[in-house]
């Protein structure tokens, strides 16, 4: 009888029998079906890749150059250690830094992906993606960002999966000739990584490298940039926005390349700060900045800034306009200019303090609406008006607001003289305070 054996550093796909290393032998079928039943209890990762040899040997033999094979990690038995130190490590954790003890289960993540990297190889590394289901799998909490036009160069971020607060440490992986480097950096979230490499042509710095990633509660998108120093063996932190403020607030950010030179821009969309006379409910519309930053000497700096048109928006505009008395530029966001004199009329332009418009429900189903419902507690007393929008020549235009009317069976009665032939359905008697859409009466 064959006694198999396994040395600490040997993984766990090759085995060793009694006279010696015979790797030819895993293509035997009754030598694997064998080794399985004599494999220790214990070694329960042995035995899977036993069993997938197995299963693989009675696969028919079809276009054999051009099969596909699993790919199995080095050192897969060492790697499951790692992960119950790290793991060990991560709930013992004290506090939200990754200093001192703290540090240590993050750099067992760290090598282990390093290994796992390396074990792809080179060629393999736009498959970096495995590295992350690898580990995830081990139960660690980590996040791999690859930028396909420069693979060479690979993200891991590693999250505390038993304190959300906890700070993350994000491992640069880059290729130095054949040496795989590792270099860890602090993140104060860590959360959904974006990762861009791109050549500077400055020999002191020949390659710059920018994450994007999100922290807090709502999450704030925050940038960092480094740059290689011209040994390529470190790199260097040129920039951090560590408090948010750069990119300004909640909301999105990615790269993206305006104008094609190959250096990628930062472009954000953040939720401005909502207008004093208005109340907008939690799904209701909301105003939005679109910020552009642009890389000079000194790294990323604001290019651009301006809010996103929506037919809120004009709204939200329009009003101000008349509160300045700017009538020519109101005009200008209505579809009939006339119409003005109407909104001054019925007190669109008079200061009531806070929140004296609201936002109470838009056009069902739709997160882009083209027409809101609006409380307004103006001059005259609280009235709702269904205000619509149109789209001409690229901007959003007021079309026309329309007040319903409640009659005492529950519905709805429309002036017929101000009745809109697109108009929805119109709201009954009962109404939400939210922004729920409430309960709709039949049509008179």
Known sequence: MLHLSRPAHVPAHRLY????????????????AHAIRSAPVSDGLGRLLLWLALLASLAPAVARSQ???????????????WAADAEAKFRA??????????????????????????????????????????????GLETHIALDASQPDFVLLMVRNPYRPTAHAVGYLYWYRNNDLRMQGVEFPGGLRPQSRVWWTGDRSAPYEWGVIQYAGDPQVPRLSLFHLDPSGAEWLLQQDDAEGTLLGGPGQATFADLNNDGRPEVVAWLRAPTDSLFRECPDCPHLTIERTLVERREGFQYFDQRLVPSPYA?????????????????????????????????????????????????EPGEPWPRWLEMRFDGPHGVRRYVVHF??????????????????????????????????PARPSATRASTARRPARGPRH
């Open 67 to 81: 099969s596909l094979r699993p790919w199995t990690p080095s050192g897969a038995d060492s790697l499951l250690v």
């Open 93 to 138: 954790a004290q506090g939200d830094s990754v200093v001192g003890d703290n540090y240590a289960a993050y750099d067992i993540v760290g090598r282990a992906g390093r290994r796992l990297l390396g074990s792809l190889g080179r060629a393999n590394v736009r498959q970096a993606a495995l590295v992350e289901s690898a580990l995830d799998s081990l």
């Open 390 to 423: 149109a789209m001409h020549d690229g901007h959003w235009l007021i079309h026309d607001w329309i007040e319903p009317h409640v009659v005492a069976t529950g519905g709805v009665r429309v002036d017929p003289s101000q009745q809109d032939t697109a108009a």
């Open 314 to 362: 004009t709204f939200v505009a329009f009003v101000r306009l008349l509160h300045d008395h700017n009538l020519a530029a109101a005009r200008r966001l209505l579809e009939t200019p006339a119409h003005a004199e109407r909104a001054l009329a019925l007190g669109f332009g008079e200061q009531r303090g806070k929140g004296t418009w609201s936002i109470e429900y838009g």
């Open 17 to 32: 029998v009694r006279g010696g290393y015979r790797p030819h032998r895993l293509h035997d079928r009754r030598f694997l």
